[in-house]
Each structure stands twice: as C-alpha cells, then as structure tokens.
C-alpha cells in the first residue's frame, strides 16, 4: 500500500497490522475519506476482541491451525499476510476475527452495522456492511455501458444520504468513484475503489462488488448517481 492507499485496508488498520509507512498512510487517508472513517467505527468491536493477542515463536505448519489457541491463529494469519501484502486487508481481518471465534469456541464479536445501535445481534448476516445495506433496501436499478449492471440502495440520514451499490460486469484494472449529482448539476465524491483486474460479476470472478458512502445532501437534492472511471469514463448511472 506505500504506493496507493487502499480502501479494503481499513480492516488491517483496526488491527493494528499495518506497517509503519502503510499506516501512516493510511491515517492520513481517514481525515478525508467519511466512509473507511465510517467502516473503521463498525470494525472496532473486532479489533478489540483481539487487542492483546501477542504473538509466538512456534512455527508449525498451517495444517495444525485446528489444534491452535486463538493467538496461534492470529500469529499464523499474521505471517501470511506478510508474505502477501497485495491480497486485500479487509477481507483477512474478517477471516482473522472468525477464525479466533471459532478456535475460542465462543468469543461473543460485537460490531455496530448501522452507526446507530449496539452490538449485533446472535446470528447476524455475515455479509460486510454495505452488502448488508443493500440487501436490506429496495435498489435503484441503473443504465449501465456495455456489460455493465448494478443499483443502489438510499437510505436518509440527518447529515444526508448513505448510499450502497452493487456492481457487476466490471473487469479491471481500473479506478472508479461513485458520483452524487445535485439537481444543480454539482457533482460530489461519494466513495471511490479500484477494481482489480478479474473484476467484479464477470466469468472467473462471479461475485458483485458492494461498496457504501454518504453524500451531505437528502435525497430531494439529487438528481443521480454516477459511476465513474478515473479516465472520466461512465460505467453506470442511476437516477434517484
């Protein structure tokens, strides 16, 4: 992540896993992006179930991870990480949060999904946040180019609108920003990722993206929504 900051890293940065120069980076990527500030609130519960999981000098192989406590698991996650920087953050420390559950045999993991309530509830969907959001809405379906699909979800909020898209058809690599548009015509940044390059929707790489932001104006104000390559391209428009 030294040279580009990643949106998936919100989850390694809760952690506390990050190298020095990535977290660094990252920090400074928070005060001016609402929605891994947002994400970063929801995934504190997990960082604290794992604060003071120290690590140990045994080293055996992956395949005795079964008879592992939950800070051997931990450490082994840890050492792959290490060994592949580029696979993406958010997803490992969910799979590192489930992993000590299980080892554990009961570790209760308490997250906020929505910003506005407690802990999760026994038996929770497992999906992360903004594919929650989606789900739980009625989408706005969107034109999109060529091959191209997706909606969004808008939910009103007493500071705006939270967003969250579902995307398919998309092969990488690219980077992208969902763009609300005022009645007016101004153009506001809602959220932005970069799409690898399997792609999300596509054949070999099925599953759709899901990402979520807000925008300061209510849903009255908007006119739009946008899809947007960095190149300026329009991969998906859905009016509100």
């Known amino acids: ?8 890293d919100v989850g390694a940065y809760a952690l506390g896993i990050l190298e020095e120069p990535d977290r660094t ?21 997990v960082a604290g ?8 000098e045994d080293e055996r192989d992956d395949a005795d991870a079964g008879d592992r406590g939950p800070a051997e698991v931990v450490n082994l996650l840890r050492r792959r990480k290490a060994a592949d920087r580029r696979a993406r953050r958010g997803t ?5 949060a489930a992993a000590v559950t299980l080892v554990a045999g009961g570790i209760a993991v308490g ?16 999906h992360g946040p903004a594919e929650d959001a989606y789900r739980s809405g009625t989408p706005l379906a969107g034109t999109g180019a060529s091959g191209v699909t997706g909606g969004l ?24 920003e969902l763009v609300a548009v005022s009645r007016s015509g101004e153009r506001r940044v809602v959220t932005g990722w ?22 300061a104006w209510g849903p009255a104000g908007i006119d739009r929504f946008e899809v947007r390559t960095t190149g300026g391209d329009t991969l998906l428009t859905v009016m509100v």
């Open 1 to 8: 992540m030294t040279s580009q900051v990643e949106h998936t």
């Open 111 to 126: 997250t906020s999904i929505s910003g506005e309530s407690g802990s999760v509830p026994v038996g929770h969907s497992a």
């Open 194 to 215: 970069a799409v690898p390059e399997r792609g999300y929707g596509v054949p070999g790489s099925p599953e759709p993206l899901y990402v979520h932001g807000g925008v």
């Open 49 to 56: 179930a794992l604060a003071g999981i120290g690590p140990l």
């Open 25 to 45: 980076a990252f920090s400074n990527h928070l005060a001016a992006c609402p929605s891994c500030t947002a994400e970063l609130q929801e995934l504190s519960g």
């Open 153 to 176: 979800v808008l939910e009103t909020k007493g500071w705006g609108t939270h967003a969250a898209l579902e995307l398919r058809g998309v092969k990488g690599p690219l980077e992208c």
């Open 92 to 96: 490992f420390v969910i799979g590192a």
